[in-house]
């Protein structure tokens, strides 16, 4: 079973940054690929960014790229997804989540986290 608990969610006014992070379970079964998902509203969960943990390759939705970047410490057992340059649309629950295998697109990883808001002001 691998447990994932995010932080770092909070209010930020368009422009600015955040970091948001996510650790893992030490158990690394089921966490060949860490990811990024957001859910706003009345809107589906939709992909924000992906990474394969030990090779370290990126994959990221054209709304984000250039502007957020998603990182990993092994040794803290640690996902990270830095937020810049925030726009309104950015606003939503944040969720982290794992799954065994490549990289996907898809909200179907087999464990998730409980989420963190990040709202974006105007």
């Known amino acids: 079973q691998v447990q994932l608990v995010e932080s770092g969610g909070g209010l930020v006014q368009a422009g600015g940054s955040l970091r948001l992070s996510c650790v893992a379970s030490?158990?690394?079964?089921?966490?060949?690929?860490m990811g990024w998902f957001r859910q706003a509203p009345g809107k589906e969960r939709e992909f924000v960014a992906a990474i394969l943990w030990s090779e370290g390759y990126t994959y990221y939705a054209d709304s984000v790229k250039g502007r957020f970047t998603i990182s990993r410490d092994n040794a803290k057992n640690t996902l990270y997804l830095q937020m810049t340059s925030l726009k309104p649309e950015d606003t939503a629950v944040y969720y982290c989540?794992?799954?065994?295998?490549?990289?996907?697109?898809?909200?179907?990883?087999?464990?998730w986290g409980q989420g963190t808001q990040v709202t974006v002001s105007s």
């Open positions: 989540a794992s799954k065994g295998g490549p990289i996907s697109t898809r909200p179907t990883y087999d464990y």
């Open positions: 030490v158990r690394t079964f089921g966490r060949d690929t």
